[in-house]
């Protein structure tokens, strides 16, 4: 299944009666509560909102980064409880460039649930009607089987890599936050020494993903030696990471992998180092 969906192949799947689930995964970083405010005043018929706080998102421990994965347990609990069945289809969509519906897919296609991908565009290429009654997800009766997320980097091979440079470090943050300017989300500025720095924006034509052939192009000559399998995708929280490594899979380079702690876990450990 490709990675991403245009609306009009949207529009035809609704229309034939297909069974699909709508992820509305709208947020603010600055503003948490907006993005399930603007859903409840629109959003495509029939969507659920999907909450990258509490759905998205474990337990904070003040040293485990400000949006750490829930455990495996707590995922297939969530995901039973949003009706995310095994072969259920699902459409994941926001207004954000797609980095919040991203970090739906890549949780849903790293615990094994193959059957979804991210409206292209989000919303803003969405020009069917819109619905205004919010959904109630609907639980799936068995529940969902925990499994380990595949392509999870935990922060101690981060910091062994340090030593063994086995692997790459993309950093998705804005390059001046990248070099510790402008830091209005964590509290340290910086980035993890040796790290290569790939705006997550730079993946995008406006709201929508660049051609994969583009992609393709400007990540092999980003990467130059460098393979798909040897990268670790990071940012502040493990968000935009999610959006670098989508960009890899729709250009075909398979099997680069996350580490969803990030800057803000990184940083959080004073012992850790940090360059500028």
Not at 189 to 199: C, S, T, W, Y
Request: hydrophobic fraction near 35%; proline fraction near 7%; glycine fraction near 8%.
């Amino acid at each position: 299944m490709t990675p991403l969906i245009t609306a009009n192949q949207l529009e035809e799947i609704i229309n034939s009666g297909e069974n699909v689930l709508l992820c509305d995964c709208r947020f603010d970083l600055v503003d948490p509560l907006i993005g399930k405010k603007s859903y409840e005043e629109s959003h495509i018929p029939g969507a659920i909102y999907v909450d990258l706080d509490h759905d998205l998102s474990g337990p904070k421990t003040g040293s485990n980064g400000r949006h750490p994965l829930p455990s495996p347990e707590v995922w297939a609990k969530t995901k039973t409880r949003l009706g995310i069945a095994p072969n259920t289809l699902v459409v994941a969509y926001d207004k954000q460039g797609s980095v919040y519906a991203s970090r739906l897919w890549w949780m849903l296609k790293s615990t094994g649930h193959a059957n979804v991908q991210v409206l292209d565009g989000g919303l803003d290429s969405w020009n069917g009607p819109m619905g205004t009654v919010p959904r109630q997800p609907k639980p799936v009766t068995q529940a969902i089987e925990a499994r380990p997320y595949v392509g999870l980097v935990l922060v101690d091979e981060v910091l062994a890599n340090l030593q063994t440079k086995k692997n790459v470090v993309i950093d998705a943050r804005a390059n001046d936050r990248f070099h510790g300017q402008n830091e209005t989300l964590d509290p340290v500025g910086g980035h993890i020494p040796g790290a290569l720095n790939h705006f997550f924006k730079d993946n995008l034509s406006a709201t929508a993903f660049k051609p994969a052939e583009q992609l393709f192009k400007e990540f092999v000559e980003f990467l130059g030696p460098i393979k798909p399998s040897e990268v670790i995708h990071q940012c502040g929280s493990g968000v935009t990471a999610c959006h670098n490594l989508l960009a890899m899979e729709i250009a075909g380079l398979k099997g680069s992998r996350v580490y969803a702690g990030s800057w803000s876990e990184w940083s959080a450990d004073s012992s850790r180092p940090v360059e500028l």
